[in-house]
């Protein structure tokens, strides 16, 4: 089902969106996932954030890996680390069409999140995999990226 990106003056984007078993304990997180991802290819993107599409569900669908095009939706995901190179790149966003912003971030990070099926995964992220979750966890926090340049 494609929904509609929400304007990014909505208060939805501005908020943080609470972990989802607090919020909506009977989230069918196969429906969410199987959402974001279709929702994400939809809007040519490279990451989308539940809250982008107007879901108070605390995930995003974003590609992983750029070669396979290997997409992971991550519910209540959190940064554990980040390491402290980081590197400034032009980043874009669904919400903002045809804005380019140079935002600086860790090169490496490490997160967890859990599936659509709620198995927990521990990854290290690096390149753009780990600027592309930044970004997208951003979202779940009520950041967007123009708050970081």
Known sequence: MILELI???????????CPCKK???????????KTLIENMHHYEGIGLSANQIGMYVRAFAMIKDF???????CF?????KKYNECVEFEEGCLS???????????????VTYEDE??????????????????HEFD????IDFTQRQ
Do not use: W
């Open 96 to 110: 903002y069409p045809d804005e380019f912003i140079n935002v600086k971030r860790p090169d490496r990070i490490i």
């Open 23 to 33: 919020c909506i304990a009977n989230t069918d997180r196969q429906e969410v996932a």
């Open 67 to 73: 070669e396979s095009n290997e997409v992971i939706v």
């Open 117 to 134: 099926n709620k198995k927990k995964h521990k990854i290290k992220l690096s390149g753009m995999a780990s600027r592309v979750f930044q």
């Open 7 to 17: 304007p990014n003056t909505h208060p939805m984007l501005h908020e943080r969106v």
């Open 139 to 142: 979202h779940l926090e009520g």
């Open 76 to 80: 209540n995901p959190r940064i554990i």
